[in-house]
């Protein structure tokens, strides 16, 4: 099988690579595949414990063409064709998971390892939207694991963006801190979600860099979030 041979060329390769190519997160390698329009990634589980699952979405319908896991074994939980997709059993730490998906244009847009039914690790994301839903998870999550860091991360986080808040909070006609606390701490995760990409629309940002790379510093939130 081709596979197995490509495997010890991506092998290898893995041992020179860094595992931060991506993003924010240190165990996904995107690799060229030599076999044309086929997507490659290999998906290492850096989180320091075995995994039962990984959940994976893409920009566009695909194919898996093959999800062989080194560690463990991991198969789809419901077919092989769509946009989103489970992939349930067991990997051990440090296990990998090369992932072969067709067409190669499609990229994943979110992936977070599965312990259970609970999420593990640091998520990877690349769209406004899939933070939104990060951050109203993040959030319910921590008001019962933790209220006072949640409430400290907040106030770090406006204090971080006092200036800029001031002035937004100006052009908007609502004070952005008076509006957010009472939602943060009460709503359900759909409801800040939903306020998140109120504010985004607002801001008139339309894609994940332009807002991570513009005015306002989310790093107090993404601490306390995992993110």
């Known amino acids: 099988m081709m596979f197995g041979k490509r495997l010890l060329v991506v092998l290898a390769l893995v041992t020179a690579m860094s595992l931060s190519t991506v993003a924010a997160v ?32 893409f920009s566009q319908p695909v194919t898996i063409v093959s999800s062989n896991a080194i560690g463990g074994n991991l198969v789809p939980l419901q077919g092989t064709s769509g946009s989103a997709f489970t992939f349930v059993g067991s990997l051990v730490s440090y296990g990998t998971f090369p992932l072969e998906w067709e067409p190669a244009s499609a990229q994943p847009t979110f ?29 319910v999550y921590m008001r019962q694991a933790d209220p006072a860091g ?22 908007l006609g609502m004070s952005l801190q008076d509006s957010l606390l009472p939602i943060i701490m009460s709503a359900p995760a759909e409801g800040i979600q939903n306020f998140f990409n109120t504010i985004i629309g607002m801001l008139g940002v339309t894609d994940l ?7 306002v510093d989310f790093s107090s939130l993404f601490q306390v979030l995992g993110l």
């Open 26 to 57: 240190d165990y996904i390698v995107p690799l060229t595949n030599p076999d044309g329009d086929i997507g490659l990634w290999l998906l290492n589980n850096t989180t320091g414990a075995p995994v039962t699952g990984i959940q994976i979405e």
């Open 111 to 139: 992936i977070v390892w599965l312990s259970g039914a609970a999420a593990v690790g640091t998520p990877y994301f690349t769209t406004i939207e899939k933070l939104g839903y990060l951050f109203g998870v993040g959030i």
């Open 150 to 171: 949640l409430q400290a991360a907040f106030a770090q986080f406006f204090a971080d963006n006092g200036a800029y808040f001031a002035v937004l909070s100006q052009s």
């Open 209 to 215: 860099s332009g807002l991570l790379g513009g005015d």
